[in-house]
């Protein structure tokens, strides 16, 4: 009963924050804040000082801080089971445990949040997935570190910016079909040299090339529902970030 009491905890204190709607075992807990809700009423955990509110806004509904990962669109994934909080911020975009009461979290503002467990809810994963992160193979580190068998593996794909809005150029598009011409599919032809690309269409396709077939989400935009999530590819520099979190509940 872990999941749904952590979504009626949030109704109750009118946090604008999204619990994924997916088969994970009930001791698997997660969620994605929006820009709505916290102290200062726009929750942003990326801006100073609004940004340090919203994280001890966050920290009340997670059994300990979770480490916060220095993104850089790449494909490396931080083992929390190993990492001390006493080393330097890791540069990573993922991070993996397997330990109860230890947090996985990732940042976003368009680019994509990926949720990984297996059927048991024995291992869990948070990535950061934009378009470069997808082309670097971030999603198929993140399954390798969390070793379940790909047809036990559940994934969900939180908010990120949707096909309707994400106008992308011949690098993107090279990027990704260089070494897989089928996810040409994945992009619609706009005008010349630019495309719409679907990074929901592109994280389920390297899923499904990895044997994960169970894939929740992947509905939300965060680019035109402006009244509930940040957007960089919208507001720039002034855009702010929203987190995405799993652990495995500690046992009571």
């Known amino acids: 009963m872990i ?4 979504k009626a905890s949030f109704a109750a204190s ?3 924050w999204i619990v994924p709607d997916w088969p994970a075992p009930e001791h698997v807990c997660s969620f994605s804040t929006t820009r709505n809700g916290g102290p200062a009423g726009e929750f942003d955990l990326a801006r100073v000082p609004t940004g340090a509110a919203a994280r001890a806004a966050l920290r009340q509904w997670l059994p300990e801080d979770p480490l916060w990962l220095r993104q850089v669109h790449g494909r490396a994934v931080c083992d929390r089971d ?4 006493a080393s330097e911020t890791p540069e990573a975009d993922a991070a993996v445990t397997r330990r109860p009461g230890i947090v996985c979290a990732v940042l976003t503002a368009d680019c ?3 949720l990984l467990t297996d059927r048991s809810g024995s291992v869990v994963a948070a990535a950061h997935a934009g378009w470069r992160g997808l082309a670097a193979g971030i999603l198929e580190s993140a399954l390798a570190a969390i070793g379940a068998d790909p047809r036990d593996t ?3 794909l939180g908010p990120a910016i949707g096909p309707g809005a994400f106008e992308v150029g011949a690098d993107v598009l090279a990027a990704h079909c260089d070494g897989d ?5 994945c992009f619609t032809p706009l005008r ?8 929901y269409a592109l994280a389920r396709r390297r899923l499904l090339r990895c044997g994960v077939a169970q894939v929740s989400g992947g509905h939300r935009c965060t680019f035109t529902e402006s009244d509930v999530f940040h957007s960089y590819r919208r507001d720039g520099d002034a855009a702010g970030r ?5 652990w495995i509940a500690p046992e009571v």
């Open 3 to 6: 999941a749904p009491l952590l």
């Open 14 to 16: 009118q946090l604008d």
């Open 82 to 85: 190993t990492w001390s909080f």
């Open 112 to 114: 994509m949040p990926v």
């Open 154 to 156: 559940l994934a969900w």
């Open 181 to 185: 011409p089928e996810a040409k599919n």
């Open 192 to 199: 010349a040299g630019k495309w719409l690309g679907d990074l």
């Open 242 to 246: 929203m987190a995405t979190a799993i």
